[in-house]
């Protein structure tokens, strides 16, 4: 590959690297789980949008893809250690088939100058989270009804999703500020 200078193969290594970090710190938010009947609450989609507002949307959503494959692929990466493509059609379906889009947008969100603002980065934030939970709510509505969805798969997140909208931004603006995450 000629046309790849060794500053482009660094930078490309790089970030195949911070690719797979995400996708571990992924798995590793998914074991910090309170849980709760349908849809366990976890720390997952705090590290989804991290991702794409870190490393931009597509290598976000690249992310997330690797997660989710090795995630059906059956190793132990969701919530509680479990994994498997069963998990794929569950009740927490919709919610693991948001995260790629989810961490897209996070990161064409986290490129747009007023999310630089505290508070305009953690309402662009909580838009991306409610993707999440409007998919995963609609998905799970499918098998347990729309009230009982709302119930058991939104409202209780409404509070989580703020603080760890919070939390992306935070994490977002102290990674931009080392030299592996600095925007160019």
Same mark, same amino acid.
């Given at each position: 590959m000629a046309f790849l200078t060794n500053a482009k193969w660094q930078t490309l290594i790089r970030r195949l690297f911070a690719v797979a970090g995400f996708a571990g710190l992924m798995a590793l938010c998914a074991q910090v789980a309170v849980p709760m009947v349908p849809v366990p609450m976890t720390l997952q989609t705090f590290a989804v949008l991290l991702a794409g507002a870190v490393l931009g949307g597509g290598w976000?959503? @690249?992310? @997330?893809?690797?997660?989710?494959?090795?995630?059906?692929?059956?190793?132990?990466?969701?919530?509680?250690?479990?994994?498997?493509?069963? =998990?794929?059609?569950?009740?927490?379906?919709?919610?693991?088939i948001a995260f790629p889009t989810a961490a897209f947008v996070a990161g064409s969100l986290a490129r747009r100058p007023?999310?630089?603002?505290?508070?305009?980065?953690?309402?662009?934030?909580?838009?991306?989270?409610?993707?999440?939970?409007?998919?995963?709510?609609?998905w799970l509505a499918t098998r347990i009804g729309v009230s009982a969805a709302i119930a058991a798969g939104l409202t209780p997140f409404l509070v989580?999703?703020?603080?760890?909208?919070?939390?992306? @931004?935070?994490?977002?603006? @102290?990674?931009? =500020?080392?030299?592996?995450? =600095? =925007?160019g």
């Open positions: 976000g959503a @690249v992310a @997330v893809l690797i997660y989710l494959a090795l995630a059906a692929l059956g190793l132990p990466v969701l919530s509680d250690g479990a994994g498997g493509w069963q =998990r794929f059609a569950g009740p927490t379906a919709g919610y693991l007023m999310f630089a603002a505290p508070a305009a980065g953690v309402a662009l934030m909580i838009g991306a989270h409610l993707l999440i939970l409007g998919l995963g709510t609609g989580g999703a703020v603080v760890k909208s919070i939390a992306v @931004v935070a994490g977002a603006a @102290v990674l931009h =500020r080392t030299s592996w995450f =600095r =925007r």
